[in-house]
């Protein structure tokens, strides 16, 4: 199964968290990464006191269930120290599953594909250049990403 992991960090050394959690992902059993977008910065959504931030987002194949998946995503995240203290509040890593491949959950737990895809450029940029068709496994971005504003988002070079 493919599913595509959204990736964001706006504490410490922004890009090289970045590069260590693809390596992380690399290390998981059983999944690959196919596939990875360019990283873009943007500006903090829902509490603005806070540096910009770097996102991206990757492809990954893998055999792992979906509740795995994420609790490989959360113990990633607590490798690099991730505490939540508030809601969109600043953060080392956060790593989100987007969407999966012939999968959709709506628990309190997972919920795929993501809430807010259609609201997000940091989220929208990289999955349109992943899937420039504005379809990712049946998942009709299109229209959001073409109406969505993009002057809150920057490519940035890592």
Known sequence: MKAV???????????????QAIRAFELLPHTKIVKY????????????????????????????????????????????GRIRRFKNGPRILDLDILLMEGYTSDTELLRVPHPQILNRS?????????????VAFDFDFS???QRHPKNDIQPYRI
């Open 37 to 80: 977008s360019s990283v873009y910065e943007s500006k903090p959504y829902g509490y603005a006191e806070q540096p910009n931030f770097l996102n991206m987002a990757l492809i990954l194949e893998t055999s792992i269930s979906p509740e795995a998946l994420l609790g490989a995503c959360l113990g990633i995240e607590a490798g690099f």
């Open 143 to 145: 229209e959001a990403y």
């Open 122 to 134: 940091f989220v929208l940029c990289p999955l349109y250049e992943l899937f420039p068709s504005g």
């Open 5 to 19: 992991i959204g990736l964001g960090t706006n504490m410490g050394e922004r890009a090289e968290n970045l590069v």
